[in-house]
Every structure is written in structure tokens, then in C-alpha cells.
């Protein structure tokens, strides 16, 4: 009875405590956890952007279109000295001759492959066609790649970059045998098809997925679309692109949202548990991918170096890198011309057309020939 009795007076007197305005009570407690995924500073990007600016300064220096005997009209920007450059008739995107991309590690099939000179597969993604080119390409980068880099480290999208240049650099090859290519378009969509893939082997940890996805497949076409424009090669985007895509199904991939949080909360927190890393169908993603990425490049660099000119296997797919016209064809075959020199002036004339021009070259070399034969017949 005495406990029954003093546990009454204590409840009555707590019953009447009245609350202290002036102290707030502490909020409930919240399982706290750190950032779910590693946020990077972004280096490798810019880095690559300074060094193909700098590749195109020195493309720019090596061509030194003032000291040249030229034949298209006089160069573009006398004020720069020997950074001068082409004659817009020769190059409108302002910048050298094709004579001097080629010296400088142009992607030139007869090279590649004659000569043994497989560098020119990666060599060629360093070097642009001109001032608009590089700009363009380097602004492109900057806005897809700096992302990219802050969401999965350098590591990860230079790898990326890298190989899907090589794809690109490969199936142009196999396609564009005529003609030399240059250009980090390839590598750059490579980045596009490693968002695209990202998106989809991730899908369960996105909000607004469908729209991101509809905006993301909108921006691709829009871009292979303009790939069919004239001198553009539109195989080098695509290669770069089926490349990216698989690679980041192996690059790209993303654990669990659930696994993440229980890596990341702190000891005296409990998350919902989570058995496995990745789901099922990443892991299936990613074996596929690997495999069609193997055979893909093995199967590619065997037709390359045995000389095979993939359009005889495929004569419909030279239209997805050109639009033929009444002024242009879109003839995959070998380019060749007739030549007869009187003193300083070369007479060329287009085999398979009527189209012939006269130059004034006093010092007329192969790789020259080879540059103004390809100009006059396309």
C-alpha cells in the first residue's frame, strides 16, 4: 500500500510540471549517413582540352602556309605569320593542308595499312581540321565530359574516351578508305553512348528517367544527323558511338542505392539490407557487353590490316555518312588521277569524271598529289 501510495503522489506532481517555453526539445534522431557516391574533382577534361588546343597550335605552326607555294589563292590570315591558314577554297573550316594533318598522324588508310603504321588509329583523335573544328569539338567536350568526370573520376572517362576514339578511328577505316580523317568527334560521342548506356544499366536508382532518356536519344540523332553533312565522317560518330555505349555498360555501372547506404551509414544506424552489389541484369549487361566489345574490335582490326574495304560486304552503308547530290557522289571506291607536269604547273584529271584542274607546284610530292587528286574528284 505505501509504494501504491507514494507512486500516486509522484505521478500527480509530474502530472502538473508545466513546459518551459524557452527550451526546445531535441528532434528525433535520423539515421545520418555519409554522400551516397564519391563526388570527383575534375582534372582529366581540361587537361585534354589544353593538349589538343595546343596539337592544333602546333599542326598550325608545322603547316606554315606563308613559306608554301599556293595554289588555291593566298592564305587566310597573313597577320598570324606561319600560323597563317589554308586558302578557304582548300580548307573552310581554317586550318591546314591535309598534307600536314597527314605528317602529323592523320588517319590515312594506305598508311595504316602498307605501312604498318597502326598509331594513326589513336594518333588521329588529337588532331582537328581546323579552327571551327577544334573549337566546336572542345566546347562539346568540356559540356558532356566535365560531368562525367565529377560522377565516376578520370579514371573511368579516360578509358572511356580513349577506347571509343579507337572504335571510331576503326570503323571509319573499314569505311573511308579514300579520304584521311581527323577529329576527337569520335571519342566525344563515345561519351554520349556511355551516358546512354549508363542510364539504362542504372535505371532503378534515376528519378525522371523516361524524360532523361528521350532527351538524351533526341541530342544523339540530332547529332549523327549533322555527321551526314559534306566531308563529314559520319562513321567515325557512329564507331564512336556503338563503342561508348558498350563500354559503359562495364565503366559506367552503379551498386545499389540500398548497398551504398549501408556502406555509408554510420555504426549506430541500421539500413534496410541489401544481399548483392548489382542486380542481375548489370552483371548480364556487362558480360554482353564485354563480349560484342572483343569480337567487335578483333574481328574490325583483322579486315583492317588484310585490306578489306568493308562497303563490298555492305554497299548500302556508305549513305549513313553521305547524302548523295548532283555536285556529289557517294562512291566508296578508290580515288585516282592522271597526272602530266609542263615545268611548275601539274595537270590533274579525276579517272571517272570529266573534272580536271591545273596547279602551279614547283616541288610536287606524292603525299601533295595524293591531297589535290582527292580535293578535285569529291
Excluded at 584529271?349 to 582527292?374: I, N
Aim: with cysteine.
Amino acid at each position: 500500500m505505501g509504494r501504491e501510495a507514494a507512486s500516486s503522489e509522484i505521478d500527480n506532481t509530474v502530472g502538473h510540471l508545466e513546459p518551459n517555453p524557452d527550451v526546445t526539445p531535441d528532434p528525433p534522431p535520423t539515421p545520418l549517413t555519409r554522400p551516397p557516391y564519391r563526388r570527383w574533382t575534375p582534372w582529366l577534361v581540361p587537361a585534354i582540352v589544353v593538349a589538343n588546343l595546343a596539337l592544333f597550335a602546333v599542326t598550325m605552326y608545322v603547316n606554315d602556309c606563308p613559306k608554301k607555294n599556293n595554289y588555291l589563292g593566298n592564305c587566310v590570315g597573313l597577320f598570324l605569320g606561319r600560323f597563317a591558314f589554308q586558302p578557304l577554297k582548300e580548307n573552310p573550316l581554317f586550318g591546314p593542308s591535309s598534307s600536314t594533318l597527314e605528317k602529323m598522324g592523320a588517319l590515312e588508310v594506305h598508311k595504316l595499312v602498307n605501312e604498318h603504321q597502326g598509331w594513326r588509329l589513336l594518333s588521329c583523335i588529337w588532331l582537328h581540321a581546323g579552327l571551327i573544328h577544334v573549337i566546336t569539338n572542345m566546347l562539346s567536350l568540356l559540356f558532356v565530359g566535365i560531368q562525367l568526370e565529377r560522377e565516376f573520376g578520370f579514371a573511368r572517362i579516360g578509358l572511356l574516351y580513349i577506347m571509343s576514339g579507337f572504335g571510331g578511328s576503326l570503323l571509319s577505316s573499314l569505311f573511308t578508305a579514300s579520304r584521311i580523317s581527323v577529329g576527337a568527334s569520335g571519342a566525344l560521342f563515345g561519351l554520349l553512348g556511355g551516358m546512354l548506356s549508363e542510364l539504362l544499366t542504372n535505371w532503378t536508382i534515376y528519378a525522371n528517367k523516361f524524360a532523361a532518356l528521350l532527351t538524351l536519344i533526341f541530342i544523339i540523332v540530332i547529332n549523327l544527323a549533322v555527321g551526314l553533312l559534306p566531308d563529314v565522317d559520319n562513321f567515325a560518330h557512329i564507331g564512336g558511338f556503338v563503342s561508348g555505349f558498350l563500354l559503359g555498360f562495364m565503366l559506367l555501372i552503379r551498386p545499389q542505392f540500398g548497398w551504398v547506404s549501408r556502406e555509408n551509414a554510420l555504426p549506430m544506424y541500421h539500413s534496410t539490407p541489401v544481399k548483392h552489389k548489382h542486380k542481375i541484369y548489370q552483371y548480364i549487361l556487362w558480360i554482353t557487353a564485354a563480349l560484342l566489345l572483343v569480337v567487335g574490335f578483333t574481328i574490325g582490326l583483322v579486315m583492317l590490316f588484310r585490306g578489306v574495304n568493308a562497303n563490298d560486304y555492305c554497299p548500302w552503308c556508305r549513305y549513313l555518312s553521305c547524302i548523295p547530290t548532283s555536285k556529289k557522289s557517294c562512291s566508296s571506291s578508290p580515288i585516282y588521277c592522271s597526272s602530266s607536269q609542263e615545268g611548275s604547273n601539274v595537270n590533274l584529271s579525276c579517272e571517272g569524271s570529266s573534272r580536271t584542274h591545273s596547279y602551279f607546284l614547283p616541288d610536287a610530292t606524292e603525299a601533295r598529289l595524293r591531297e589535290l587528286c582527292s580535293q578535285l574528284c569529291s
